[in-house]
C-alpha cells in the first residue's frame, strides 16, 4: 500500500463496506419502513446533518491526506514547511540560544486536531439525538392514555391506544438506532481514521524537526558565533616618566651626593 494514500484507501475500504450495507438494508424496505415510522421527524433530520458532515470529513481526510504527501515529498509548502520555517525564526530571535520545540510542538498538534473536532461533536450530537427521539416516543406512546381509558372501554378506543402506542415505540427505537448507526459508528471511524493520521503525522514532523532542522540550525549557528571578533585586552596603565638626572632640581642632586 502506498504510503502517501494510505489514509485516503483506509476511507474508500471503510466507506464502501457500509455503502453495501446500506444497500442491503434499502432492499430490504427497512429504510422506507423507519423514515414512514417516525412521527416525529428526527430521523429526517439527523440523516440530513449526517450527509453535510459526511461530506465534511471525507473532505477533510483529502486534506489531511495532502499534508502527508506534502511532507513524505519535503514540499515547501504545508503544515510541515510551516511549523519548520517558524523554528527558523524562533532560532533567529534567540540569538542562539538553546532552541526547545516544546511549545511550538504542542501548537502544531492542537492546530492540526481543531478542525476534526467538530466531527466528533457532530457524532455525539446524533447520539443524543437517537435518546431524544426515545424520550420523544415515549411521549407520544402514552399522551392521551389516561384520557381514552377514563372514558370507558370500547373496540375503537383500544384501537386507537394501540396505534398511538405502535407509532411511539417506533419513533423511540428507531431514532436511536439511526443515531447510533450514523452518528456512534459511521461518523466515528471517520473521525478515528481522521485523528490517527494527524497525530502520526504531527508526531514524523516533530521527530524531523529534531533530528534534522534543529542540529542544523545550531550547526550553522556554530561558525557565526566563532567568526565573531574577540574582545581585546584591557590596556595596561601609562608607566611612569622617568626622570633623569638632569631634570632633577638641586636639591635632589645635593641630597642624594650627602647620602652617597
Sequence with gaps: MNEKNALIYKWLVGNTFAFLLLFMVASQGWIGLVLKSDASYLTWAMAAVFIIFWCISSYQMVRINREITRFMSSSPVGVAAEYYETLRVKNRNQAGALL??????????????????????????????????????????????GDTIGEGESVERIRGVLGQIINGMGVALFTTLVGSIL??????????????????????????????????????????????????????????????????????????????
Design 183 to 260: 452518528g456512534g459508528l459511521w461518523l466515528q471511524v471517520h473521525y478515528q481514521m481522521m485523528m490517527k493520521a494527524v497525530l502520526r503525522l504531527a508526531i514524523r514532523i516533530v521527530e524531523k524537526a529534531e533530528v534534522e532542522i534543529i542540529p542544523a540550525l545550531a550547526t550553522a549557528a556554530g561558525p557565526a558565533v566563532a567568526a565573531a571578533p574577540a574582545a581585546l585586552p584591557a590596556a595596561a596603565p601609562p608607566a611612569a616618566p622617568r626622570v633623569t638626572r638632569a631634570e632633577k632640581s638641586p636639591g635632589i642632586r645635593i641630597f642624594e651626593h650627602q647620602k652617597r
Design 100 to 145: 526547545d520545540q516544546g511549545l511550538l510542538a504542542s501548537a502544531l498538534r492542537a492546530r492540526m486536531l481543531l478542525d476534526i473536532h467538530n466531527t466528533q461533536f457532530v457524532a455525539n450530537t446524533l447520539i443524543l439525538l437517537g435518546l431524544i427521539g426515545t424520550v420523544v416516543g415515549f411521549v407520544i406512546a402514552v399522551s392521551g392514555l
